[in-house]
């Protein structure tokens, strides 16, 4: 794991945003098609803000969200909504959105973009990622090396049920960044070296990753 600290937010979004396009722009000079995953949620907004203006040849890149909530794709809740209107928009408007949300029961193939070129995560203070949340009955499923690359999966606390990339799509991108911010956080990313990947899902990712922290 490398952990790169910033002095503020600010900075971090457009640094992770430069090494996202370079990533990008790299995979696809040996690649014809390139893919990205990155979460929802409000912290990475500015992060696209950024890299949709970036010079990539977008129509090359398949943009995928790394776990989805079970509602409409225009729901205030939903990580399409946001990463429409904030991702692909300016040059990433060309970029192939592909969605994970099931047709009934069925979820999509998303077998053709895998591995995945560049995987970007945030981690709650539970230390859980994209939707493999501690202490969830469906985690060690989720986990299980023979898992399925999507998973309708419940959330903690009553929230809305959610679909998830699992570990092993998680583990196995190409280049891993992990963005997060403030004191709980950091702490909660120290204390996952000293649990199992079932306690602390983040430790999934963790090995090969850069993690990105601001205050």
Not at 126 to 155: K, R, Y
């Amino acid at each position: 794991m490398e952990f790169i600290e910033y002095p503020d937010r600010d900075l971090m979004m457009i640094d992770l945003a430069n090494h996202l396009a370079g990533e990008l722009n790299e995979a696809l000079m040996t690649h014809d098609q390139a893919s990205i995953a990155v979460p929802g949620g409000s912290t990475p907004g500015p992060v696209f803000d950024a890299l949709c203006a970036a010079d990539i040849d977008w129509s090359r890149v398949t943009i995928l969200v790394g776990d989805e909530r079970r509602v409409p794709a225009d729901h205030e809740r939903s990580n399409e909504r946001m990463i429409r209107a904030r991702l692909l928009t300016s040059r990433a408007a060309a970029a192939n959105y592909v969605s994970i949300r099931p047709d009934g029961e069925t979820l999509p193939d998303i077998s053709a973009h895998l591995p995945l070129s560049v995987l970007v995560v945030g981690m709650g203070a539970d230390m859980h990622t994209a939707s493999l949340f501690p202490g969830s009955a469906d985690l060690e499923a989720a986990l299980a090396d023979d898992a399925p690359d999507l998973m309708l999966v419940e959330a903690a606390d009553g929230l809305e049920p959610r679909i998830t990339m699992t570990g092993r799509v998680l583990s196995e991108a190409m280049s891993t960044h992990v963005l997060i911010a403030g004191q709980e956080k950091r702490d909660a990313l120290e204390q996952a070296a000293n649990f199992t990947r079932m306690e602390a899902p983040i430790r999934t990712v963790l090995a090969n990753a850069t993690v990105h922290w601001a205050p």
